[in-house]
């Protein structure tokens, strides 16, 4: 699987911002997808999934209420919407998919899009 990110740019805080990851190749077997994002000196975190069979999202506490994930209707497509952006919202955004594997997981990532929120 492979995934292509885009949609990020310069906001001023209160703006807003949508994100696009487009997947290829064995999308069928994606399970679940999301959006991580990594600011500078910060570990990766995890902001927001979505199922693709059911739908099923999940948001972390940080952008509940503000970002909205979902699925274009091509199933091989998943968008975050962001709202009511913050500074602290700066990072760098990834795509993520899992599929199944052997005993786990596996995850796919893209190569990720810059998001800087201005104060």
């Known amino acids: 699987v492979q995934l292509v990110e885009s949609g990020g740019g310069l906001v001023q805080a209160g703006g807003s911002l949508r994100l696009s990851c487009v997947a290829s190749?064995?999308?069928?077997?994606?399970?679940?997808m999301g959006w991580y994002r990594q600011a500078p000196g910060k570990q990766r975190e995890s902001i927001a999934n979505i199922t693709m069979f059911r739908g099923s999202t999940n948001y972390a506490d940080s952008v509940k209420g503000r970002f909205a994930i979902s699925r274009g209707n091509a199933k091989n497509t998943m968008y975050l919407q962001m709202n009511s952006l913050k500074p602290e919202d700066t990072a760098v955004y990834f795509c993520?998919?899992?599929?199944?594997?052997?005993?786990?997981?596996?995850?796919?990532w893209g190569q990720g899009t810059q998001v800087t929120v201005s104060s």
């Open positions: 190749g064995t999308v069928f077997s994606i399970v679940t």
């Open positions: 993520n998919a899992q599929t199944p594997g052997s005993s786990t997981y596996s995850d796919h």
